[in-house]
């Protein structure tokens, strides 16, 4: 059950008015890094490097707290006068400024800051309390254990002077009042200061800044702000007898959407959303789900400023509909009690739309219902004569973001003819050739260009307008093998490309469009005949910088989808993947890349969803990835890190996603070849009907690249919020697992549960016997076939908290939610 202490909202008026308010708020960003120190590298007994120090009423050190694989900073005060502590100081940052830390302390009673960010914010661990200066005053927030680790999220906001504190994932102050004023934030410190003893921990310290979105947003509602039980603030509504419009706390208790419901059939129910008239290219996109499959439910119906409806889509018994032109089209089935995510790219020009469903384009140049010459409204609604209950969550209206900058290089000018038949490799690779370089754009419009392999240049934008396609060629032929010099274990796979570039900066792949791998050549779908090295990459981006490929769709994938292979500065964004076919097509997979964004992104593939590999010791640093629909697995994860993981994964953060269809783990951490996996967050995610919901995996398989040595891989900082999972394929629950090799115990440190709120399969009316270490073998979340614990089987781990969450299992099973073997700072609350 849910902490009263946790789900009331506080709102006090207090000088300068500040709010205490237990709801989640929607982070968008990608990071931008002041201070990332997990102190590991540091020598026990010796300063933190880089950090200021004050030992004149004690000592600081990193010690091997909890243990030498993994350090902490320790600060030891013994006499009352004077200050012990440290502080870090970097470059002036301001905007929204985010701090995070482990804390710890061994006992409750004194006053210890952790941390004191300047004169803006001060949060203290003291008297059995974690309190916090909100304004002026000293507010007490909840208690606190000694010798618990508390993991601490502060979220600054320069402008307003306002900030966010989250202790283990609930939000403790929302948009509190700065200490006092400040335009900037230059340090963080953490210190037992004068009249006061003890010891104080301080770990895993991070500093970074937001980054704005990809594009504006006209609206962008994920109504993480708005109180359950009421309308969304900016929301027209229309109620009749029997209906309701309100912020439900659904999927998840902390994770809200909007919900529309109607019992009585009379009458209309109506939540409407303006956004201001907006002309051209507007796309809107929205996670829907229908309670029933009876009755007509408006999901999305899109108007002018008059009210004229340029679209409207219905989920109407059992199938999801779409008006083109005066006529009620039949699109697809769905499923009541799933999240179905839907977008719509509208051009008011050509009164014209594209429709896509989880990431399948179903519609192309679809007419408009009705005339119009602008788009301003979006309406959710249930209208006379039904009833039901139709939800809606992470809605996005933004001007449709792709530009062709000038000199335009048009491929029919260099002799390509887009009827599908004519092979246009030499006619597309001409027309690349003479734009790379000159900032110009390759443009693509009005057919389908069927060609092989084309390498793309820098400084250029490769253009696909929504009315073309490029189609591959199913001739091995016309794919050589690509030239490039890496010992990368990847590059045994990536051989071959549609698209490809080798060391290109500033390159842009943009448009509408389409690009067809034609991947279903039944040589490509029989690995026996020919495997990875032989089928053509849709896109293939090999060692280069500040590269994005936006608004396109992709489709029938000979092999891995969309791969950056050794980049840096990645923006993947609006991207819709449909690529199902069978053997291996993984949907993105980030090879070594740093500085990632992926947004907007709805990725439906037969492998991996999404998927990060290392196969150098570069690894993959600094991702964000939002407001992405994955899944449709027939064999594989919805979001996995690794199998090939060699570098580290670091820094990484994943919010406002949704997982579905996948028939191994909805979010696989896999350190088997060496990888350190640290400082991963997972915010608001759903789960639905995937293999296990979570897996993560120390494993000794130690693949490396030619040349490097072999090491054992590490994971510290993974942290699951707000997450709400449902209809487990199978019931082997979530493995958890360090391993033992050559006699010695390597340990998962410091795992945060919560708000995780997940239903497990069960039924088994014996429990199994604990399972084998994990060796050499490839890694699934099934290998060990049922655990002793229908939940979590956690085993080799140093700190794992399972805070304000929920583990049920249907149909009753004899085994206990949660097995530990070899744990250690287990706290649950």
């Known amino acids: 059950m849910k902490s009263t202490f946790i789900r009331q909202k506080m709102i006090e008026n207090i000088a300068g008015k500040f709010f205490l308010l237990f709801i989640f708020v929607a982070e968008a960003r990608a990071m931008t890094f002041s201070e990332n120190d997990n102190f590991n590298s540091g020598t026990a007994g010796s300063a933190p490097s880089g950090w200021s120090l004050n030992t004149t009423g004690g000592t600081i050190a990193v010690q091997n707290v909890p243990s030498v694989a993994n350090k902490s900073v320790e600060i030891i005060k013994t006499a009352t006068p004077n200050n012990a502590g440290g502080t870090k100081t970097f470059a002036a940052v301001s905007g929204i400024v985010t701090i995070e830390a482990r804390v710890k302390t061994d006992e409750t009673a004194n006053y210890k800051s952790a941390p004191y960010i300047g004169s803006a914010v001060d949060v203290a661990f003291n008297a059995g309390n974690i309190q916090a200066y909100v304004g002026t005053t000293l507010t007490t927030l909840m208690p606190f254990a000694a010798g618990t680790w508390y993991n601490l999220r502060i979220r600054l906001n320069t402008v307003t002077q306002t900030y966010d504190l989250y202790v283990d994932g609930l939000e403790l102050v929302y948009q509190g009042a700065f200490r006092s004023a400040t335009s900037s934030i230059t340090s963080v410190n953490f210190n037992i200061g004068t009249g006061y003893t003890g010891t104080l921990y301080y770990d895993n310290v991070l500093v970074y800044t937001d980054t704005p979105s990809t594009t504006p947003y006209l609206a962008e509602e994920n109504f993480e702000d708005d109180p359950v039980g009421s309308a969304p603030a900016g929301w027209s509504v229309g109620l009749v007898s029997g209906s309701s419009i309100e912020v439900s706390p659904f999927p998840n208790a902390y994770n809200n959407c909007l919900e529309v ?42 108007t002018d400023s008059a009210g004229n409806a340029a679209l409207s889509i219905a989920f109407d018994s059992g199938n999801i509909k779409s008006y083109v032109g005066s006529t009620l089209t039949t699109l697809q089935p769905f499923v009541a009690d799933s999240w179905y995510t839907v977008k719509a790219v509208v051009d008011t020009a050509s009164q014209t739309y594209d429709l896509y469903v989880d990431g399948c384009k179903l519609l192309s140049n679809a007419a408009f219902r009705v005339s119009t010459s602008n788009v301003s409204l979006v309406q959710f609604a249930i209208g006379s004569g039904f009833t039901g209950t139709l939800c809606v969550d992470n809605m996005l209206v933004y001007a449709f973001n792709a530009t062709k900058p000038g000199p335009i290089y048009d491929v029919a000018a260099y002799g390509a003819v887009g009827d599908g038949v004519t092979l246009n490799t030499t006619a597309i690779q001409n027309a690349i050739n003479a734009c790379a370089g000159t900032g110009g754009t390759v443009y693509l419009h009005d057919g389908t260009f069927l060609t092989g392999e084309l390498k793309l240049g820098s400084n250029m934008t490769f253009y696909i307008e929504n009315t073309a396609t490029l189609l591959g060629s199913q001739e091995d032929a016309d794919y050589p093998t690509i030239s490039y010099t890496t010992p990368n274990i990847n590059k045994s796979a990536l051989a071959r490309a549609l698209l490809y570039a080798v060391g290109s900066a500033n390159l842009k792949i943009d448009g509408g469009g389409t690009l067809d791998g034609n991947g279903d050549l039944d040589e490509w779908l029989a690995p026996a005949n020919l495997g990875e090295y032989y089928r053509p990459v849709p896109v293939l981006l090999i060692q280069c910088t500040n590269v994005s490929v936006r608004n396109i769709y992709i489709t029938q994938g000979a092999m891995w989808t969309l791969v950056p292979l050794e980049c840096t500065n990645v923006t993947l964004s609006d991207i819709d993947v449909n690529s199902n076919l069978d053997e291996n097509r993984d949907g993105m997979d980030i090879c070594d890349s740093n500085n990632v964004v992926i947004e907007r992104c709805n990725i439906f593939s037969d492998d991996d969803s999404i998927c990060f590999k290392s196969g150098i010791a570069a690894g993959v640093d600094n991702v964000t990835v939002r407001y992405c629909n994955v899944g449709k697995s027939e064999r594989a994860n919805g979001i996995k890190f690794g199998t090939a993981s060699y570098g580290a994964f670091t820094n990484m953060i994943f919010e406002d996603v949704y997982v579905k269809d996948c028939d191994k783990a909805g979010i696989a951490i896999e350190a088997v070849d060496g990888a350190n996996i640290y400082n991963i967050t997972f915010r608001r995610i759903t789960l639905n009907d995937v293999g296990s919901p979570f897996y993560a995996i120390i494993g000794t398989r130690c693949t490396t690249p030619s040349g490097s040595p072999v090491k054992m891989g590490s994971i510290d900082g993974l942290r699951y919020e707000a997450i709400s999972g449902g209809n487990m394929k199978y019931t082997t629950g979530s493995p958890i697992s360090g391993t033992v090799a050559s006699g010695v115990t390597y340990t998962i440190y410091s795992l945060l549960f919560s708000n995780v709120d997940v239903d497990y399969a069960g039924g088994l009316t014996s429990i199994p016997a604990d399972p084998p270490e994990m060796g050499t073998e490839y890694p699934e979340c099934d290998d060990w076939g049922n655990l002793p614990a229908y939940g979590y089987y956690v085993r080799h781990v140093n700190g794992i908290s399972f805070i304000d969450s929920t583990t049920t299992v249907s149909p009753t099973d004899v085994r206990l939610w949660r097995k530990e073997v070899d744990v250690a700072n287990d706290s649950t609350r």
Do not use: D, P, R
């Open 261 to 302: 419901a109607k019992t009585a059939s009379s009458g209309s129910v109506v939540a409407a959303k303006s956004f201001g008239a907006t002309t051209g290219k507007v796309v809107i996109q929205a996670n829907i789900l229908a309670k029933e499959t009876t009755g007509y439910k408006n999901a999305f119906y899109l």
